[in-house]
C-alpha cells in the first residue's frame, strides 16, 4: 500500500519529490513498534513459564540464546536505561492488573504507576529514558 502512494506521488510530483514522514507519525510507530515487541516477549516469557510449570517441561536451555540476542538488540536500540526497564516488565512483572508497579524517579521519588505496556512507554518517554538518536 505505501509503495503503491509513494510512486503514484512520484508519478505526480516527478523524481525529485521528497516525502518526508512527520514527527507525530515517527513517535505513533515509535510507540507501537515498542508495544509489539514487548508484548510479544512477555507473552514469550510467560508462555515458557506456563510450559515449565503445567507439563514440566524445562525450554530454558533452548530460549537461552534466543533471549541474549534479542535483548542484545533491545539494549542497542533502547539505550540501557530504558532496557533494564523492559526487562523489568516482562520478566519481573508478571500481573500488572492486580499489583501495582512503578518506576520511582531518583531524584524526586516520585513514583510513577505502570499497569500496561502504554504505560511504560509512556512513562519512559516522559522521563526521557529512551536512547537518544
Known sequence: MKERLRNSLLKIGGQHLKIVESPKSKTKKHKKAFTNIVNKLKDQHNRSN????EFGIDATWYEDNHFQIIEHLI????????S???FWWVYDAPTPKEEDYHIEEETSGKRHIIRTTTQLYNTLKKLKLFKKE
Not at 50 to 53: A, K, P
Not at 75 to 82: M, P, Q, S, W
Open 50 to 53: 506456563d510450559l515449565h510449570r
Open 84 to 86: 533494564e526497564a523492559i
Open 75 to 82: 539494549i542497542e536500540h533502547y539505550g540501557t536505561v530504558a
